[in-house]
Antibody, heavy 120, light 107 residues
């Protein structure tokens, strides 16, 4: 079955970086895209960006441009998201989700989420 | 950026009730809207894509309608497992944007 398995919880200090992984299985990785969505405690869903599993095309939400990098490793069917210069309000659950290369359809399958806590 | 305004922010309903949730886009997004259900501590789950297409495995009591700027998610007969928060997502253009969510609570 289609599955996205994310890396484990992280605790980081302000100013540090975090890299979250998302390993896909059960489908052809290069035929789909991966989006990243985060959810701060008690808050709604916030779209962060989209990366193609087929080529290097990537789209970021403006508020993350320059501070977030999304990459893929097709040899291992794994997507990565790195957030640099962490702040306390980056504390959130980060989700990866599978989407279509034709991005109009949004996302269907979600990872289990990775909790990132930023605290001094 | 396209703004998605979801209403109501919360609704109290009883098992068996019909529930409707609305999402309004700040500009025309054609039919490129999806609906998700999220339960506490869980990842969201896709219910509806392309405004009205039911995702495989989702009960038929869920339905979606609308196009352009106005969209509706309908739960025809609320079940105990439907108490959750619902979000719309516009995927017409980047950046994608979510509605702020609607919490469906037990009356």
């Amino acid at each position: 079955q289609v599955q996205l398995v994310q890396s484990g919880a992280e605790v980081k200090k302000p100013g540090a970086s975090v890299k979250v992984s998302c390993k896909a299985s059960g489908y052809t990785f290069t035929s789909y895209a991966i989006s990243w969505v985060r959810q701060a405690p008690g808050q709604g869903l916030e779209w962060m960006g989209w990366t193609s599993g087929y080529n290097d095309q990537t789209k970021y939400a403006q508020q993350f441009q320059g501070r977030v990098t999304m990459t893929t490793d097709t040899s291992t069917s794994t997507a990565y998201m790195e957030v640099r210069t962490l702040k306390s309000d980056d504390t959130a659950v980060y989700y990866c989700a599978r989407g279509w290369l034709n991005y109009y359809y949004g996302v269907d399958v979600w990872g289990q989420g990775t909790t990132v806590t930023v605290s001094s | 950026d396209i703004q998605m305004t979801q209403s109501p922010s919360s609704v109290s309903a009883s098992v068996g009730d019909r529930v409707t949730i609305t999402c309004r886009a700040s500009q025309d997004i054609s039919s490129w809207l999806a609906w998700y259900q999220q339960k506490p501590g869980r990842a969201p789950r896709l219910l509806i894509y392309a405004a009205s297409s039911l995702q495989s495995g989702v009960p038929s009591r869920f339905s979606g309608s609308g196009s352009g700027t106005d969209f509706i998610l309908t739960i025809s007969s609320l079940q105990p497992e439907d108490f959750a928060t619902y979000y719309c997502l516009q995927a017409n253009s980047f950046p994608w944007t979510f509605g702020q969510g609607t919490q469906v609570e037990i009356k």
